[in-house]
Each structure stands twice: as structure tokens, then as C-alpha cells.
Nanobody
């Protein structure tokens, strides 16, 4: 079946950087809008960044200027480069294929000193 596998999460100090990856199998990414969401404990899942199949991007306000979403359709992978991380960025990060409705299992990002 279709699998989306996120990686790259971990523990980082405030101000640090992480690069998340989401690799897909049994689905071709190129037609789809790809989205990174996150969910912090006790909070609703929220959109972080979105990229269309033509490369148009959208970011939540708190991520704009610090995060960058990109895609490599040849590798069936979407990335989220996160810089200047803050404790409030701590969450489980998920990738999602918007039109197809698939979700990954998530990767934990913890920003703490």
C-alpha cells in the first residue's frame, strides 16, 4: 500500500535547524499538492507549509521566513527546511498528499535547551 515516511526529526536547541524529509512509495508525487502539518500535545493539527505540483508555496505566518518547503518529484520526496527553530515549533510533523489524502506516521521535532 501507499506509504509516506517522514525522517529528520530530533532534538535541537533554540535557534538551530533541521531538515525534514518525506519519502513516498507506491504513489507518484508529481501530480499532487504536498503539505507539512504539525501537532503539538493538546493542540489541533495545523498546516505548516504547502507546495503545489507547479511549485507554488504557502506558509503559516509563524513559519514564513524561517521554514522552506521544497519537492523533488524524481525522488518522490518532499522536504521541510526549518531554521531559527523556537520552542513553540515543538510538535510531531506529518506530511500529507492533499488530493490523495495520504498521511505519514510523523516525526518528532523537539526544540529545547
Amino acid at each position: 500500500q501507499v506509504q509516506l515516511v517522514e525522517s529528520g526529526g530530533g532534538l535541537v536547541q533554540p535557534g538551530g535547524s533541521l531538515r525534514l524529509s518525506c519519502a513516498a512509495s507506491r504513489i507518484i508525487f508529481s501530480p499532487y499538492t504536498l503539505v507539512w502539518y504539525r501537532q503539538a500535545p493538546g493542540k489541533q493539527r495545523e498546516l505548516v507549509a504547502r507546495i503545489t505540483n507547479s511549485g507554488s508555496t504557502l506558509y503559516r505566518t509563524s513559519a514564513a521566513g524561517r521554514f522552506s518547503i521544497s519537492r523533488d518529484d524524481a525522488k518522490n520526496t518532499v522536504y521541510l527546511q526549518m531554521n531559527s527553530l523556537k520552542p513553540e515549533d515543538t510538535a510531531v510533523y506529518y506530511c500529507h498528499t492533499e488530493e490523495a489524502g495520504y498521511w505519514g506516521q510523523g516525526t518528532q521535532v523537539t526544540v529545547s535547551s
